[in-house]
């Protein structure tokens, strides 16, 4: 079936069928077309697993614009990620917008209704977003709404991901039984049971549209699931081999690896070489792109330098530590084929679309602290092998794991290659995340008595799976601790959350984060240091904590011996007392990040890299935001709390606060400024823009901007 064909029998305008001509669509693929025989287009509930590239994606779309130009109604697309909301949020309205389309994008602000997202046609949403906006009884939210997609499905077996999506399903039957839902994934070994506990109907396909070649490499030849193999030239190690021999026969080679040091590693390696295959006209490109990942922050790093050092051979290393224009730069590098190799780890593996034509898979093996190194799940291989194959560039695609001897290479045909992904099951009561979703049902509205959550999470899949029976203890067991907190009262037979209980709710941090708050708060004679504040927060939660070196051992000691905490000291042995290390560590780095050390100190003294510090920042400024707000609400000094929220945010002291209010003007520029003399809003207001352009770091252009913002600023105006 054609696109022009599909537009006549749904009655979809013929520009969809220009559009989606123009985006290579000539003819759709088996899984599609058994989708839309399935009734996707006249409002059926669908489960869609099939492999990556199969083309799940355009199946939502042409879902959502039937619901927005036939129905009348509203879209939501919901993704586990920023990075693939982002990714999805461009693409839809660049095909879409023409024809009159709104394509709204929300992910964090949990506390903040945008009232705007009202009304967009299309609203692609995280599912932390659509969790916050359903408890802030965004009532907009379901009015009009015709179709939910659900993408990336399987991430219900994922223990941080999992639960809040899951939540967010049972919301939505609860509130709308009739509502359409399309989820979509590549890897789903139980796709009828999902299909069941959703009320859809299961399209299941094998289809690729590039033939995967899946197999382990070992002393030479790649032994292939069905028996075959394949001698391969080189005598440099298997990956160097593998990834020569791939770009050398004009293809592309993405190398999975366990660690971020692997994968930088690795990259720096092989850029050397691989920068011998490379043409003239692919260098200068490639340097262009190199000083632009290099220059992407302020202040550069030695990451940003080795990044660009990579680059320019023709290799990128890609990992959570990079800053998000980085990130961005290298995926469109790698999908227009400017970059040859990508080293990455398993974040690439979850949704973002950069296929290749090899798939490297070198390390199946992972570091769990405590435990040991722990084989991945069958999944998470599936996922990185089905980004083998590039579209009408590849006459197939290769995923091939590494051995090290016979042994090794029939463990790895039998649990990966031959084995299909682990069955999706809830991780709703097993993820310590459960008396916070009790907590936000009662918050939404949802229920508002015991036998009322009940009924409401009987809608997940942890009931439908597991029954109810397990279901009422944790309820229970949830509603006691919340209610031994101050978060929920009984009143007639009803269970209702207090002042405090709906103010965590909406902030969106977990109970337990708030209690910590809230008694460390009260806690606090007089004024706490920033130092005590930050490890606070580090306590919760909701906060990550930086991982502990035996470097750290003497900088961690003097600062239990100077600092007054205003979390109880544990003893000092066992696991508690490291916990409390790493927390003291994580707040000593932000304290030297608004203390306005460089980024690549920080890097170097704390492995902070430009995107693990954004990370941590943000999480920091949100529970300094949300203490308080605590504090307000029991009467608490509030102290320094709302100028250190600002200072994470821009990283500076407190002197350049009133600076960093001028848009463009960052750490580096605000110190520039004040350095310079000009220290407040009153003096850049009232200098010419020839004196701020002489300011290290502004030029002309800004010069002039920033005055006319100082001005703004000082008579009041947005």
């Known amino acids: 079936m054609t696109p022009k064909e599909v537009c006549r029998l749904y009655a979809l305008p013929p520009e969809v069928a220009d559009i989606l001509g123009r985006s290579g669509v000539e003819e759709l693929y088996p899984p599609q077309e058994a989708a839309l025989s399935s009734g996707a287009l006249e409002g059926e509930s669908l489960v869609l697993a ?20 036939g129905r009348r109604a509203r879209a939501l697309y919901v993704v586990p ?12 309205r660049a095909k879409y917008t023409p024809l009159g389309i709104k394509v709204g994008l929300a992910t964090g602000d949990y506390d903040r209704v945008d009232g705007r997202l009202a009304d967009q046609d299309i609203l692609v949403l995280t599912n932390e977003k659509a969790d916050s906006l ?16 659900l ?8 223990p941080s991901r999992g ?11 609860h509130a709308r039984p009739d509502l359409q839902l399309l989820a979509l994934s590549a890897t789903i070994r139980n796709v009828r049971e999902m299909a069941d506990w959703l009320g859809a109907r299961a399209v299941v396909s094998d289809f690729r549209p590039v033939p995967l070649r899946a197999g382990v490499y070992l002393s030479g030849d790649i032994l292939f699931s069905d028996g075959t193999t394949r001698g391969l030239e080189g005598s440099l190690g298997p990956v160097f081999d593998l990834v020569l021999d791939t770009v050398q026969a004009g293809g592309q080679a993405l190398v999975f690896v366990a660690t971020r040091r692997s994968a930088q590693s690795l990259a720096r390696r092989l850029s050397s070489k691989v920068a011998e295959l490379l043409t003239p006209g692919e260098r200068e490109a490639l340097s262009s792109l190199a000083s632009q990942v290099e220059g992407a922050l302020e202040e550069p790093t030695p990451q940003c330098r080795e990044l660009a050092r990579c680059v320019a051979g023709g290799v990128a290393f890609h990992h959570a530590g990079l800053h998000h224009r980085q990130r961005r730069a290298i995926e469109g590098a790698f999908r227009e084929r400017a970059l040859k190799v990508l080293c990455a780890t398993t974040t690439l593996a979850a949704g973002v679309n950069l296929p290749a034509r090899r798939v490297i898979i070198r390390d199946v093996r992972r570091y769990r602290g405590g435990w040991g190194a722990a084989y991945i799940p069958t999944l998470e291989y599936h996922q990185m092998a089905g980004r083998a194959g590039r579209p009408g560039l590849d006459p197939h695609g290769e995923a091939i794991l590494i051995a090290r001897d016979e042994a090794e290479r029939d463990e790895l045909l039998v649990r990966y290659v031959l084995a299909p ?63 031994e907190e101050g978060m929920v009262r009984p009143w007639q037979g009803l269970v209702l959350p207090t002042p405090f209980g709906e103010m965590v ?65 544990p003893e000092r042995r066992g696991r508690d007392f490291n916990d409390f290390l790493a927390e003291v560590k994580t707040a000593l780095a932000l304290v030297h990040w608004i203390s306005e050390t460089p980024e690549g100190k920080l890097q170097e003294r704390f492995g902070l890299g430009p995107g693990d510090l954004f990370r941590l920042r943000e999480e920091a400024e949100w529970l300094i935001y949300a203490a308080e707000r605590i504090a307000y609400l029991f009467n608490f000094p509030v102290g320094p709390l709302p100028n250190l929220r600002t200072r994470l945010r821009y990283g500076v002291k407190e002197e350049l606060l009133e600076l960093v209010r001028l848009r463009g003007i960052g750490r580096v520029r605000a110190r520039a400024l004040y350095r310079a003399g000009f220290r ?21 252009s800004l010069a002039r901007s920033i005055r006319e913002q100082a001005r703004s600023l000082r008579e009041g105006s947005p």
């Open 81 to 92: 990620l920023r990075a693939l909301a982002g990714e999805k949020y461009e693409d839809l």
């Open 163 to 173: 639960p809040t999506l899951e939540v967010v399903v049972a919301a939505l039957k």
């Open 505 to 569: 709710a909406k902030l969106y941090i977990h109970p337990l984060s708030a209690v910590i708050l809230r008694d460390g708060l009260r806690r606090a004679g007089g004024v706490p240091s920033e130092l005590a504040l930050l490890q606070l927060v580090a306590h919760t939660p909701d906060m990550e904590t930086l991982r502990l070196s035996s470097r750290d051992q003497v900088e961690l000691e003097a600062a239990l011996a100077d600092a007054e905490f205003l979390v109880p000291l």
């Open 50 to 69: 099939a492999p990556t590239a199969s083309g799940k994606t355009l199946v939502a779309e042409l879902v959502m614009l039937q619901a927005v130009l």
């Open 151 to 158: 993408d990336e499905i399987h991430l219900l077996a994922d």
């Open 134 to 149: 359903l408890r802030h009884r965004a009532s907009w939210l379901l009015e009009g709404l015709g179709v939910v997609v």
């Open 421 to 483: 992904p682990e069955r999706i099951t809830s991780q709703l009561a097993a993820s310590g995340a459960f008396p916070a979703h009790v907590l936000g049902a009662l918050a939404a509205g949802y229920a508002r008595s015991e036998g009322g959550l009940a009924d409401f999470f009987s809608r997940t899949l942890l009931a439908h799976q597991y029954g109810t029976k397990s279901l009422v203890r944790a309820i229970a067991e949830s509603l006691a601790f919340l209610s």
């Open 680 to 700: 407040s809003l009153a003096e850049v207001a009232a200098a010419s823009p020839e004196e701020l352009a002489r300011v290290a770091h502004i030029g002309p």
